[in-house]
């Protein structure tokens, strides 16, 4: 991933509302639409999707926003591709869309259950995870499940290969290796978000809670994977949501009160 999403991210970031437009009525601020979007991805600065409540799906062409349709209502929570002609979206109720370049067509579900991230990991196939452990492949005619490693949802989902996959519950940080999943040793208060460079750099990053009974407060808390360990640091306050890069010394993440930040040479 490019070092342009941190700052779609922040781009997007305005394009909010509790609530989906009811028939008969038309949104006059903010615009284009004001549901509340929940995951953003671009094959380029000039291309990007967002996703979010009650179906909805915003292009970014590099200058402007719009609404682009989905032909669902269903909430979509997460996004991700490979070019401009190739994406898939996913959502509430086991919802998945397909991007062919020209338009978003809804895949026949294969669960009911809640899809919360997806990774492409070739132009024809696609990792799911979502509530209750719930993991599966599309290997380009059919799904595949993966047996649940834990009850807990998980959160997001990252891939190196479809043997070498990483996925997030709130608390626990999981591999898949092509038969079984493993539990890895980093943990957190809150994960929100795995990526990586490639299978040799790894980042797990969320928010660490310290303090007394009487006083806590919160810390950005970010784990790297460098081929050999995991290394944990807390490089800035308020904690993280999402983290993108393009090198090992040219990370970009963004939080709560932390619209984006650099960090280089973060994890030696």
Request: glycine share 10%; proline share 4%.
């Amino acid at each position: 991933m490019r070092r342009w999403v941190g700052m779609i991210t922040a781009a997007f970031a305005f394009v909010t509302a509790p609530l989906a437009m009811a028939e008969g009525w038309q949104w006059l601020s903010p615009l284009p639409q004001g549901n509340s979007l929940n995951a953003v991805w671009g094959d380029s600065w000039n291309h990007a999707f967002a996703v979010g409540n009650a179906g909805t799906l915003v292009l970014w062409n590099g200058s402007s926003l719009t609404v682009v349709p989905s032909g669902v209502n269903a909430d979509l929570y997460g996004i991700h591709g490979r070019s401009s002609a190739i994406a898939v979206a996913v959502g509430e109720q086991g919802t998945v869309l397909r991007w062919d370049g020209a338009m978003w067509r809804q895949q026949l579900p294969f669960t009911s259950t809640d899809l919360n991230s997806v990774w492409c990991d070739s132009n024809a196939t696609y990792i799911a995870v979502g509530a209750a452990g719930f993991a599966g492949r599309w290997n380009g005619t059919s799904w595949v499940q993966w047996p649940a490693p834990t009850t807990e949802d998980f959160i997001s989902v990252w891939a190196a290969a479809a043997n070498n996959v990483y996925a997030l519950t709130l608390h626990d940080l999981f591999r898949w290796n092509g038969a079984v999943w493993q539990l890895l040793d980093p943990s957190m208060d809150y994960f929100s978000q795995v990526w990586g460079l490639n299978g040799q750099n790894i980042y797990a990053g969320g928010t660490r809670v310290h303090g007394y009974p009487w006083f806590t407060y919160s810390i950005g808390a970010l784990y790297n994977w460098n081929g050999s360990v995991w290394n944990y640091t807390e490089p800035f306050e308020y904690g993280m949501n999402t983290i993108h890069g393009q090198a090992t010394n040219d990370l970009h993440v963004a939080g709560p009160r932390l619209a984006r930040c650099f960090i280089r040479a973060l994890i030696n």
